[in-house]
């Protein structure tokens, strides 16, 4: 089993910038492919990007295409989310995933947070203007 601890959320003004990441432990890092999820209050999480096993393949949400940036250092067992031009409807808990299974078909159901079995606890990013 794989455990992950995300960090590097925080409180930014609009427009600004920040990285998040994800440190996996437990298990072989690069057989799983990874998710970035976000919760905002009041709402269902949503998927905001996710990273196949090596990272050749990602997949965003339209809503941070451009501006989001997903990628995982498999050496450091690290999944990152760098975060630019930040809006205050990117407010919220900020969580990584993973998970094997969905690999298989990464592309098509990366978005459903019922195909991930492993999740961290979570990293508040508050941007305000």
């Known amino acids: 089993q794989v455990q992950l601890v995300e960090s590097g959320g925080g409180s930014v003004q609009v427009g600004g910038s920040l990285k998040l990441s994800c440190a996996a432990s437990?298990?072989?890092?690069?057989?799983?492919?990874m998710g970035w999820f976000r919760q905002a209050p009041g709402k269902e999480r949503e998927g905001v990007a996710a990273?196949?096993?090596?990272?050749?393949?990602?997949y965003y949400a339209d809503s941070v295409k451009g501006v989001f940036t997903i990628s995982r250092d498999i050496p450091k067992n690290t999944l990152y989310l760098e975060m630019n031009s930040l809006k205050p409807e990117d407010t919220g808990i900020y969580y990584c995933?993973?998970?094997?299974?969905?690999?298989?078909?990464?592309?098509?159901?990366?978005?459903?947070?019922?195909?991930?079995?492993?999740w961290g606890q979570g990293t508040q990013v508050t941007v305000s203007s």
């Open positions: 990273s196949s096993r090596g990272g050749s393949f990602t």
């Open positions: 437990g298990a072989t890092f690069s057989t799983y492919c």
């Open positions: 995933a993973a998970d094997q299974t969905i690999c298989r078909f990464l592309e098509q159901s990366w978005r459903e947070v019922r195909r991930y079995n492993y």
